[in-house]
């Protein structure tokens, strides 16, 4: 069986004649002309070289997959992943129970099925909160770990394509939990949630919840009057006040490494306002603070090495050895391109954010609204529009061959993102098309900015 990874982790176990038939169903639909070439199959038993070959081969045509709007938004092809997923983790189809936290540390259970999707738990806890129809788009479920502080880092967001209930339970660690969260960046869009009860309260708790964690910044006269407001219960009115301080709205990442502006920086990553924001601690402990704007980014990419393994032949790379970087090629200036890498294990969940930042741009410019990026399925759950597909992550396969794992791999194509074509650049560090991620929201600095 091939293992299938997806957003860096491992999802499930496939043979090939499962993805042959996942591949015959969709030329079924789709057509052979709109289907990518699958690898053939062989006669005799295949050499190592060819188990390699058919490994990459079969890697290439999930990511096509997955990377085409309609193929990899489709339901045979998610469907095909999240039965995939129940069947490695041997997981029967059964009702059960699973708590969902809040920002407050208040837990919702809610009755669901080991088999559904991410979109119908999402539902599931909305209807639980009383949260009506229209606002349920603009909150989703993220897989978060807590820390000894008590506070979490953000794993990744749970897509369609996965079983929230699998995800969190085949980790076999209670740090590992669900949990809640507003999920666009701009916070214009605090009315339209702060307009129902229930919205307000849950953009309330989080606000609370992002300000005790340090999150958003707050000076000793601000964190008074914040006081003040939550004594009487004015939730919109502290909301609004949160609204002007330093990092409202920002997902704050855990301590990582930078290359910017010399290698070996520590730094502390914040995404948030269209932008990736550095503190960095230069290699003089003194702290700088920068934003990289998310419109001047170029194109970014996801990669990963794994070391040789010193142990015996065959065995697995632990989970601590596999290195994740995202990097970005930044326009510092209207004729300077240069490429930034942030070395993060949560590389894939920035990649997501930046993704999603984009989407939300791109939607304001078309003159759409938030509102209209999430439709109903006809089965009553919810679906993502066209513009929310572009958020795509490909699937990796590993050898079968269970001596091949330690080998090296970088390059590897993480990303939870969909390719775009874009021209190449000319620097000197640029990769093939097929590795890096254009920007649709890429603007050109004009004279006037400078």
Known sequence: ??????????????????????????????????????????????????????????????????????????????SFLRKAQQETQQIPTEEVVLEVMLSNGQKVKVTILTSDQTEDVLEAVASKLDLPDDLVGYFSLFLVRETKDGAFSFVRKLQEFELPYVSVTSLHNPEFQIILRKSYWDSAYDDDVMEHRVGLNLLYAQTVSDIEHGWILVNKEQHRQLKSLQEKVSKKEFIRLAQTLKYYGYLKFDPCVTDFPEKGCHVVVSAGNNELNFQVRLPNEQIKEGSFKVTRMR??????????????????????????????????????????????????????????????????????????????????????????????????????????????????????VSLRGISHSSSANDVGANDFHGNYAFEGIGDEDL
């Open 1 to 78: 069986a091939y293992n299938i990874h997806v957003n860096g982790v491992l999802h499930c176990r496939v043979r090939y004649s499962q993805l042959l038939g996942l591949h015959e169903q969709l030329r079924k639909e789709y057509g052979a002309n709109v289907v990518p070439a699958f690898p053939p199959k062989k006669i005799f038993t295949l050499t190592p070289a060819e188990v390699e070959q058919r490994r990459e081969q079969l890697e290439k045509y999930m990511q096509a997959v997955r990377q085409d709007p309609t193929l990899g938004g489709s339901e045979t092809f998610n």
């Open 299 to 416: 194109c970014w990419r996801v990669t990963s090495s794994v070391p040789m393994s010193n142990g015996p032949s065959g065995s697995s790379p632990g989970k601590s050895e596999v290195k994740l970087e995202l990097a970005f090629e930044y326009l510092m200036s209207k004729d300077r391109l240069q490429w930034v890498t942030i070395t993060s294990p949560q590389a894939i969940m920035l990649s997501i954010c930046l993704q999603s930042m984009v989407d939300e741009l791109m939607v304001k410019k078309s003159g759409g609204s938030i509102r209209k990026m999430f439709r109903r399925r006809v089965n009553g759950a919810l679906r993502r529009s066209d513009s929310q597909q572009a958020v795509k992550s490909p699937p990796l396969l590993d050898s079968p061959d269970a001596s091949r794992e330690p080998m090296a791999k970088l390059s590897s194509k993480l990303t939870s």
